[in-house]
């Protein structure tokens, strides 16, 4: 199987069809209901594996010189005729199976004494030894053997090798840790969600060592594994395509020939694979950041950010704009959207919460993005920004405090997740008109003073529901009129209205 000329790829087009493409497919049918509009993978992260692995193709071969020249492609997408020519160069590069070299797959563990893995090893979620010891496995669970056919596991492949989390001794995390945030622009259609993240060629190079050109430099499955025991690996050791095509794990899968149904997308295949190859010490990155990752430094390492909970506006600033002493930094990509100038543009946001080597949660989100040409006007409107969520988490805090001494018991998870998911609509909505107010340089008080009342009435609604005020029969009475009266009192108060949102006293609510 090559994964440049074969179709492997579950697609959905704009009148609903399910298909499978190759990669040179995506813009088939431009303009009309065949048109493919989105990934359509048995499995979420599956789908974020696919979409990287096309931005990453179209990234290595055809990164386009400068924005002028980006805009090209964008308004008039390439034929597939033309994408196919574009692959020819590293068809050979994509085998995945084979004697030789083989995608993200090791050359030489066979000579190795490996160990062999069931395959479901290579799903995230599949519980490990650990797991199974303690009764942990929640995601998936035991005693079920799994065989893959061969798109579901190249899928599967390319999740490991892009969010291998951790595994014990030598077995070594991802290029960003073990499963980072990945922050993509948003387009309408699947060929521009691809083409909307694909950095011109010299903001790519500047990334890593652009003049490494030695093949196994972009795609070190071409060569022996660097490993991760003797070396560690830095963006002066390899070309910058190998950030999309990194290799922290050793693997080589197994296939065989026989009849079998996959036990993921339920198709019938004749080649299947049940085991692989593993073993330690894959290559070993460091200070390596990715184009579609934010970053932050920490003891001057550069690192990736991860995902800890729901995705929601509380991350809009970190994921947008950064801070401004450049500790924390949104992904390459990001910055580069600002600079194309596209509007009303958004962004999707996913990856896996993980607790060491365990998944507690795969999470992903949409948020709108909204730019300022201005740079002065731009660190201000995020300057405001920053105050308005700022006073969203502390009138949060002040709601989960009074629902919790209110039925003297613990819900803060619960409180914190409902509270952000329910005044998100119009967090976005005040954010636009806050970018009008920043340009015409008015002092958004009128902005921080509907969001300050948004945020009482919706702190008080929340606590009325949860703390079942009106079951009296139920409910401690004297306690919840307590932590209500606090509540009010807090929401009201001079650290959120003077403290944090810098308003007049008047400003703010008054308690009766």
Same mark, same amino acid.
């Given at each position: ?85 574009? =692959? ?9 199976? $084979? ?38 496995? =929640? ?37 960003? +840790?073990? $499963? ?101 010490? $894959? ?160 002092? $958004? ?47 009201? +108060? ?19």
């Amino acid at each position: 199987m090559n994964l440049i000329n074969d179709a492997w790829i579950s697609v959905r087009r704009k009148n609903g069809e399910k298909i499978k493409i190759a990669p040179w497919q995506i813009t088939e049918a431009i303009g009309t209901d065949k048109e493919i509009i989105e990934l359509a993978a048995v499995r979420p992260d599956f789908n974020g594996a696919v979409i990287q692995f096309l931005i990453g193709l179209l990234q290595t071969t055809c990164a386009p010189k400068g924005n002028s020249d980006w805009r090209v492609w964008f308004n008039n997408p390439p034929s597939s005729t033309e994408l196919k020519n574009k =692959f020819e160069s590293i068809v050979l590069e994509f085998n995945l199976d $084979g004697t030789g070299p083989r995608f993200m797959q090791d050359l030489t563990i066979e000579k190795e004494d490996p160990k062999v893995e069931t395959v479901e090893r290579l799903l995230i979620d599949w519980p490990g030894e650990a797991a199974l010891k303690k009764n942990t496995d =929640f995601f998936v669970k035991r005693n079920h053997r799994v065989n893959l056919c061969l798109t579901c596991g190249v899928q599967a492949l390319i999740a490991m090798q892009l969010n291998s989390p951790e595994g014990g001794r030598g077995f070594l995390t991802g290029l960003r +840790g073990g $499963g980072p945030v990945t922050t993509l622009i948003v387009g309408d259609t699947l060929w521009k969600m691809i083409w909307l993240n694909v950095l011109d060629i010299n903001e790519f190079n500047s990334m890593a060592c652009f003049t490494k050109n030695d093949k196994k430099d972009l795609f070190p499955w071409m060569g022996e594994t660097r490993k991760g025991n003797t070396h560690i690996t830095t963006t002066q050791d390899i070309n910058p395509a190998q950030i999309y095509w990194s290799m922290p794990r050793r693997i080589r899968l197994i296939f065989k020939h026989s009849e079998s149904i996959c036990n993921l997308c339920g198709e019938k295949t004749e080649i299947f694979i049940e085991t692989f190859y593993s073993k330690t010490y $894959g290559v070993k990155y460091k200070n390596v950041a990715h184009p579609l990752t934010p970053t932050y430094v920490k003891d001057n390492d550069i690192l990736s950010k991860h995902q800890r909970e729901a995705v929601g506006y509380k991350f809009w600033s970190s994921y947008v704009y950064g801070d401004s002493d450049g500790q924390s930094n949104p992904a390459k990509i990001i910055k580069t959207a600002r600079g194309r100038h596209i509007d009303d543009i958004r962004m999707c946001i996913f990856g896996y919460n993980m607790n060491s080597n365990k998944p507690k949660c795969w999470y992903e989100g949409v948020m709108p993005i909204i730019f300022i040409d201005n740079e002065t006007q731009w660190k201000h409107y995020n300057a405001e920004i920053a105050m308005l969520i700022c006073a969203a988490d502390m009138a949060r805090y002040f709601l989960s405090k009074a629902v919790a001494k209110a039925l003297n018991a613990g819900v803060f998870n619960t409180v914190r997740q409902r509270f952000w998911q329910e005044t998100e609509p119009e967090f976005y909505r005040q954010i636009a008109f806050l970018r009008e107010e920043v340009i015409q340089e008015k002092d $958004g008080l009128d902005i921080r003073r509907t969001w300050h009342k948004h945020l009482v009435a919706k702190g008080l609604e929340i606590f009325d529901d949860m703390s079942q005020s009106e079951m009296i029969g139920d409910v401690n009475a004297e306690r919840v009129a307590r932590a209500y009266n606090e509540l009010r009192r807090n929401l009201n +108060g001079k650290k959120l209205i003077i403290d944090i949102l810098g308003l007049p006293k008047e400003g703010g609510i008054r308690v009766s």
